[in-house]
């Protein structure tokens, strides 16, 4: 019999004890015997709950339990979920993970934690939810040169923007309803600031190109400021607006971004709506690859982690890992990136209309006085410079237009 435990009986964890419960044949065929839930860790009162013989408060008791094998990891957050991972680590347990806040900051150490003690730390649910996107970007396209990374990682954001353009619907109508259905993290500004992406963002980069990025050095914005008018310009102009996480390699290092974008109508991320996530990796062999599906919730979440289970006791010391901190100059600053910009522009005086027609590349809008236009790229500080010239004229927006395989640093 193979014995498991859970950390955390919420959303989660509650997916993971479902899937153990109602997989169990399937799981028996493949292992040849049962798998069995010991215990749950959770310091809240079960009482009367199908599950609450099993619930323990004392992590020690999951540690100390030599017939444990395998340990869920469902808490969230860094601590204690930390030195509850390494503590079952080191007891020889393989730990499996969706946290991504704990594995974006913390994997190198966990991995190589694990591999000194000949277990597995598995966190393919940390990125993508369900989607398979570890163990493929790890195992099943090692052979390539991976050149980007670009996804939509974060459901909660990408169901507010789909509901701002589907329904009209303002920010805060649309987070309020993101709220409600459940879709935000508990603090949601992790989403809508672009942390939570960023995180995922930094963990691929870290599979992709073999150094752990610490997210501090990834420009980072999110969505709080983009408005009805600028969802509604882009629809004009054939784009949409989507929260990208994208990385791609230079010719020294990486260069990482987590950011509102224009992109394309027909481009396949812009067909990607709601809660889903998707996300393109291009390697220099196998091209454009995509993965698609639910980015979050109980069952999807808890069927990578069951699938790590698996994979965790079939290949049982073989950890995936990256091993070095990445050099200083490996990350660079997307400041330096030229990007084509939306920028819209309420009242403009004759002349400073002038100079923005002078920068842009064509007109989306220009009437009632607000004029919409795509700037001519240029890199961050060009761009601010630019924007300064024009003042007081402030632009009510601007949003950079993604552009795949058009960035290149400005040397
Ligand atoms: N808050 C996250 C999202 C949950 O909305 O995608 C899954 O990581």
Known sequence: MIQVAILGFGVVGGGVAKVL???????????????????????RDFTGHAMAQR??????????????????EAMGGVHPALEYSLAAIRAHKSVITSNKELVAHHGQLLLREAATAGVRYLFEASVGGGIPIIRPLSDCLAANRVTSVTGIMNGTTNYILTQMEKNGASFSDALSD????????????????????????????????????????????????????????????????????????????????????????THILSGVSGVFNGIGVVGNMVGETMFFGH?????????AMVGD??????????????????PDHFVQDAKTLAFSRYARFVSPTKAQK??????????????????????KPMDAQTCEVFLASIMPASPESVIRIFVPGEYVPEE
């Open 178 to 265: 993101a709220q409600a259905r459940g879709y935000a993290e508990r603090d949601p500004s992790a989403d809508i600031d672009g942390v939570d992406t960023c995180r995922k963002l930094c963990i691929l980069a870290d599979l992709a190109f073999g150094y752990q990025v610490d997210p501090a050095r990834v420009l980072c914005e999110g969505i709080r400021r983009i408005t009805e008018q600028d969802i509604s310009d882009a629809s004009d102009a054939g784009y949409r607006i989507k929260l990208l996480g994208h990385v791609r390699e230079t010719a020294s290092g990486i260069v990482p971004i987590v950011a509102p974008f224009f992109i394309k109508k």
């Open 21 to 43: 419960e109602e997989n169990a044949a399937l799981l028996r065929a493949r292992f040849q015997t049962d798998v069995s839930l010991k215990y749950i860790l959770d310091i």
């Open 354 to 375: 002038e100079a923005i027609l002078d920068a842009a590349d064509a007109v989306l809008r220009d009437k009632d006085g607000t004029l919409s236009v795509i700037l």
């Open 309 to 326: 289970l698996i994979e965790a006791l079939e290949r049982p010391s073989t950890p995936v890992g990256w091993s070095d901190t990445a």
């Open 55 to 72: 619930i323990v408060r004392d992590f020690s008791t999951i540690e100390k339990d030599p017939e444990i094998s395998v340990v869920f």
């Open 295 to 303: 980015g979050a919730g109980s069952a999807p979440t808890a069927s």
